[in-house]
């Protein structure tokens, strides 16, 4: 019985359009929780006070779904087909298209309910990047690949430009074996090219000198001053290190639809962007992942890239 909703949960996902699904024993996770503590006290998340919440349902599943026995991770390649053209401000490819949170959230909730119609009612929750889970961890427990000296999960056959999402329910699956081996080797490309050396040797990231993190989730109405000259024109995010990454020679074109960029993305100039009003923004981008920095934070970004 395990193994036959095993496959089933497994063909729902494929037929969802998720890439890649894995399942894992839900437990507790000993060596993050160790982790997460030194990178909080050493105060590597910056503003991102959230980190600081919840710890005790991060590391551990079952307290965040109670009677929790799986964690299923589902990974949705975003990579896109397309280029931004030269010389316009850059945005991090998963931002290309519509806001995955909504996209991947519905995929979920029909996954959650082809579950539950066809194995029997059982709890769980869908998560996508919003709430506390440590899902690159939970992603290689379920054997999809390995955690990358850039932080990202990196798949073998696929490279690492995937949304991971996670599903965690009150139901005994048959479980994936972890994916042990490191493939990164002695390469140090994506420490090497990060401008702002938020990448660290062991795998540790200091969050506060990302560029993402400058981009996206710091709220001050100042970047500091001492990382003038060392964005490289992005506006959104941060690819280089995906970019640089070996691996990511064999990503492939997403075929999801939802992800076709906006076409302003690929197109706006830097004076476009500057002449752009606040009600074309909203109207543009009411689907994007770009409302996340708001339309005075993406102001507030290209004066800081043009120095």
């Not at 991770?73 to 030269?86: G, S």
């Not at 640089?244 to 302003?264: D, L, M, V, Y």
Request: proline letters at 4%; one cysteine or more.
């Amino acid at each position: 019985m395990k193994n036959q909703s095993t496959e089933q949960i497994k063909l729902f996902a494929q037929n969802l359009g998720f890439d890649y699904c894995g399942i894992a024993k839900a437990s507790y996770l000993n060596e993050d929780a160790r982790l997460l503590e030194t990178w909080l006290n050493k105060g590597m998340h910056g503003t991102m006070h959230y980190m600081e919440n919840h710890f005790d349902l991060r590391v551990d599943p079952r307290k965040l779904v109670p009677g929790a026995k799986s964690v299923i991770t589902l990974l949705l390649n975003y990579y896109p087909k397309e280029k931004q053209n030269a010389y316009v401000p850059k945005v991090a490819k998963y931002a290309f298209g519509q806001d995955y949170h909504e996209v991947v959230k519905s995929k979920l909730k029909e996954l959650m309910a082809l579950i539950k119609l066809n194995i029997g009612e059982i709890n769980g929750r869908g998560f996508i990047d919003s709430a506390p889970v440590l899902e690159r961890t939970w992603a290689q427990k379920s054997g999809l690949g390995w955690v990358g000296k850039n932080g990202n999960l990196i798949n073998k056959q696929s490279g690492s430009f995937f949304f991971i999402a996670t599903l965690i329910v009150d139901l005994e699956l048959s479980y994936d074996n972890e994916f042990v081996k490191n493939y990164c080797g002695t390469c140090t490309r994506c420490i090497d090219s990060c401008p702002t050396e938020a990448i660290l040797p062991d795998k540790i990231i200091d969050g506060s000198k990302c560029i993402s993190y400058f981009t996206i989730e710091l709220k001050d109405a100042l970047i500091p001053e001492n990382m003038k000259g060392k964005f490289e024109n992005w506006m959104f995010g941060c690819d280089i290190c995906q970019d640089i990454c070996p691996w990511n020679r064999f990503s492939k074109a997403t075929q999801g639809i939802n992800f076709k960029p906006i076409p302003e993305i690929l197109n706006l100039t830097t004076q476009e962007w500057n002449e752009m009003s606040e009600e074309s923004f909203k109207k543009i981008f009411k689907n994007s992942a770009l409302n996340r920095s708001k339309f005075q934070g993406i102001k507030r970004n290209l004066k800081f890239i043009e120095g």
